[in-house]
């Protein structure tokens, strides 16, 4: 089980839905438009076949008071943030650092994802990474943590991100 979290409409919703296209097309065609979403309110459970099953849990930004509470039985975290949106960066900060200090996820592999590159405000990630101190936060952190830049909306870094998932679902789903 892989464990979705993010701040409310970071994207993740739409990274679920164009992984789940993207290992359904045999490598050929593009990834289409991208389809619609809506708020998640609780959680979304997806099967994705990369080839091997990799179920994802989204748990709806909104529920960011209880996400603890689904932390025990994941394999792998993916956690977003929305780098075009500054505000929220550092709210996003204190909910990775409470992540990153929950017993239960001690061993997990971490991948923190930056989405939303496509829009032209975009942070890149040196500037998220100075603003937020990341090298500290993965210094001082037990999880072996991963940086992505992504577009869910335009498809970039995506196969990167199934390539993460593959690799830390070898022997899980
Ligand atoms: N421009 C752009 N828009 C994006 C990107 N990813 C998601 N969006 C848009 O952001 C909005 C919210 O996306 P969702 O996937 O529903 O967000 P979420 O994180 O699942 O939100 P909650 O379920 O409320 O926690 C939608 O309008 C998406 O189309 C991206 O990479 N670029
Ligand atoms: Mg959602």
Not at 100 to 106: I, K, N, R, W, Y
Not at 127 to 146: G, H, V, W
Request: hydrophobic share 40%.
């Amino acid at each position: 089980m892989c464990l979705l979290l993010g701040a409310p409409g970071v994207g993740k919703t739409l990274l679920v839905k164009r992984l789940q296209r993207l290992c359904s097309r045999d490598g050929r065609g593009d990834l289409g438009d991208p389809p619609p979403t809506r708020p998640t309110v609780g959680t979304n459970l997806t099967d994705i076949m990369a080839p091997r099953k990799i179920t994802i849990r989204e748990l709806g930004g909104c529920m960011g008071p209880i996400w603890s509470s689904y932390c025990g039985n994941c394999h792998s975290l993916v956690f977003m943030m929305d780098a075009s949106n500054p505000t929220q960066l550092s709210a996003s900060c204190v909910q990775l650092l409470g992540l990153l200090s929950a017993e239960q996820l001690a061993n997990t592999s971490v991948l923190i994802l930056f989405n939303k590159i496509d829009l032209p405000c975009y942070m890149t990630t040196e500037e998220i990474q100075s603003l937020i101190r990341l090298p500290d936060i993965i210094a001082c952190a037990k999880q072996n943590i991963t940086i992505a830049e992504i577009s869910a909306y335009k498809g970039t870094g995506l196969a990167r991100v199934l390539r993460w998932l593959q690799e830390r679902h070898r022997t899980s789903s």
